[in-house]
Nanobody, 121 residues
Framework: VQLVESGGGLVQPGGSLTLSCAGSGYGLDWHAVGWFRQAPGKAREQVVCIDDSDRSTYYVDSVKGRFSISRDNAKNTVYLQINPLTPEDTATYYC???????????????WGQGTQVTVSS
């Protein structure tokens, strides 16, 4: 499975973004897909995951109510909607995938290259 993230950019605080994770090679519909982020000088953290049954698990309390994960199997794509954005969301965002189940330890088989999100006025 190859993963390509897109949708990042420079956004003002309070704005919104939708990040996309497009898969190729195999269908993502039977994969769990997690979204991670890595801020400058910080460790990478898993933010949220959607499993093959479309159940989502949030791993960071500060994003609950602002981040939403979804998938479109016809487009073989998983989305991460962020609204509203805060400066603390500034990071490189990555998606990762493995068969069926989300990994609470962040150990996934396939990774994308990342997309930069910068939140600044």
């Amino acid at each position: 499975v190859q993963l390509v993230e897109s949708g990042g950019g420079l956004v003002q605080p309070g704005g919104s973004l939708t990040l996309s994770c497009a898969g190729s090679g195999y269908g993502l519909d039977w994969h769990a897909v997690g979204w991670f982020r890595q801020a400058p000088g910080k460790a990478r953290e898993q933010v949220v995951c959607i499993d093959d049954s479309d159940r989502s698990t949030y791993y960071v309390d500060s994003v609950k109510g602002r981040f939403s994960i979804s998938r479109d199997n016809a487009k073989n794509t998983v989305y991460l909607q962020i609204n509203p954005l805060t400066p603390e969301d500034t990071a490189t965002y990555y998606c990762a995938a493995q068969q069926y189940y989300c990994s609470p330890y962040g150990t996934y088989d396939y990774w994308g290259q990342g997309t930069q999100v910068t939140v600044s006025s």
